[in-house]
């Protein structure tokens, strides 16, 4: 069964610096795996997932991610972070079946 | 813009009634998923459809039945609401493994 680690249960960030949020898998096929953002009190919007082709995928509000398989991880990056960007992420990594497998989730604080 | 509509941002029921989660989407998705979201539990699954009548249990069905009669529909229904039911809802619609989910707003259930 696949599964889904976050390592960080929460970060705190100044805006304007720099972003990394980890995410490990397990999965024993090529995996799909999606970045989700989750605003206080809203539901899960997709930022960026990756199913193939080029390791580095774009996703929206100037998010980026790297799917290494060597190591199993699929980190997400963001060069300079805004206050907007606190709210809770979630990594997942989806079956041939359909169905996804969430991370536990990372909390983002972002200092003034 | 697609959506995910969840009926009710906010809920109260009392214990040991039937309660009725009702989600429709406009996207034409084939599958419909309903998760829960608990405090330091992340969002587990509790059941999912990938077509009309067509439902299949998730990691926690119990205490919850579901209805997929049109396929924009997917209901959740708490058969006897107990307090440990108390809960955010997520509904989530995709079309297949590979575009990730759509997400409602989230209903918040409170059983007292």
């Known amino acids: 069964a696949q599964s889904v680690t976050q390592p960080d249960i929460h970060i705190t960030v100044s805006e304007g610096a720099s972003l990394e949020l980890r995410c490990n898998y397990s999965?024993?096929?090529?995996?799909?795996l999606f970045w989700y953002v989750q605003s206080p009190g809203q539901g899960l919007q997709l930022l960026l997932k990756y199913f193939s082709g080029d390791t580095l995928v774009q996703g929206i509000k100037g998010f980026e991610a790297e799917f290494k398989r060597s190591q199993s991880s699929f980190n997400l990056r963001k060069p300079s972070v805004h206050w907007s960007d606190a709210a809770e992420y979630f990594c997942a990594v989806a079956t041939n079946a359909g169905k996804s497998t969430f991370g536990d989730g990372t909390t983002l604080t972002v200092k003034p | 813009d697609v959506k995910v509509t969840q009926s009710s941002r906010y809920l109260v029921k009392r214990t040991g009634e039937k309660v009725f989660l009702e989600c429709v989407q406009d996207?034409?998705?084939?599958?419909m998923f309903w998760y829960r979201q608990d405090p330091g539990l992340g969002l587990r699954l509790i059941y999912f459809?990938?077509?009309?009548?067509?439902?299949e249990k998730g990691d926690i069905p119990e205490g919850y039945s579901v209805s997929r009669e049109k396929k924009e529909r997917f209901s959740l229904i708490l058969e006897s609401a107990s307090t440990n039911q108390t809960s955010m809802y997520l509904c989530?619609?995709?079309?297949?493994?590979?575009?990730?989910?759509?997400f409602g707003s989230g209903t918040r259930l409170t059983v007292v």
């Open positions: 989530a619609s995709s079309s297949w493994d590979r575009d990730g989910y759509t």
């Open positions: 459809s990938y077509d009309v009548k067509m439902k």
């Open positions: 999965y024993g096929a090529t995996p799909y």
């Open positions: 996207m034409d998705h084939e599958n």
